[in-house]
């Protein structure tokens, strides 16, 4: 229909949280993003590998035990220097930036015709759901792939988290309410607002599309 050629990149992480997306530089901008920031500076800062290593092998080995697995069959401990993203502060996919200079500062200089992004299920998850947080890191996230791309208008579309929980019902309705889902869409259509540029970005209800 266009009669151009068009491109897609797909860079997907299943798993990560939106603080993970953000460019490091803009967490520096707001008082809620700088506190977090600083929060996870702290934990890096005292991180310790071989404590770690332990906790990981401690818990491994409480599973393997809770199985009735013999001892040849329990898990060795984990080599501290080789230990997951996951466990390590920084470099988890529930951090600030961790994914972003691979996943987005990796294309800097290309020119990207737009952005469309679909996140939210571990930023939902009870102990991580933190909806004002989420409003502001979504601006900013925004801002910066702009900045980034030296493009002031760069087309944003965010397509709304889709998943969480089961259908509502008669019966469940007050349950099921308590969720975090619907925290995080409204976080993610507010803090696309706050952007405050309607004719470059647009929020795409999709809560319908997993559950029905």
Not at 41 to 61: C, G, H, S, T, Y
Not at 134 to 158: Q, S
Request: aromatic share 10%; with cysteine; net charge neutral.
């Amino acid at each position: 229909a266009l009669q151009i050629p068009v491109g897609v990149i797909k860079n997907a992480r299943g798993g990560a949280s939106i603080e993970s997306f953000v460019p490091r530089q803009m967490f520096d901008k707001d008082p809620v993003a700088k506190l977090y920031a600083e929060s996870v500076e702290k934990r890096i800062a005292e991180f310790n590998p071989e404590a770690e290593a332990d906790v990981i092998w401690q818990r491994q080995l409480a599973r393997a035990k809770g199985k009735g697995l013999p001892e040849d069959k329990w898990p060795k401990r984990p080599d501290p220097k080789n230990l997951t993203s996951w466990n390590v502060p920084g470099k988890s996919p529930s951090d600030m930036a961790s994914c972003y200079n691979g996943m987005f500062g990796v294309f800097k200089g290309y020119n990207i015709k737009g952005v469309l992004f679909h996140q939210g299920y571990n930023n939902a998850i009870s102990s991580n759901c933190r909806p004002k947080r989420y409003r502001v890191l979504m601006k900013l996230m925004v801002e910066g792939w702009r900045e980034d791309f030296n493009d002031p208008a760069l087309p944003v579309g965010v397509i709304e988290f889709c998943a969480g929980g089961d259908p509502q019902t008669w019966d469940n309705f007050e349950m099921m309410s308590e969720g975090g889902a619907a925290y995080i869409r409204e976080a993610q259509r507010l803090g696309l607002a706050d952007v405050g540029d309607p004719v470059n970005t647009a929020s795409l209800p999709a809560y319908d599309v997993q559950i029905p």
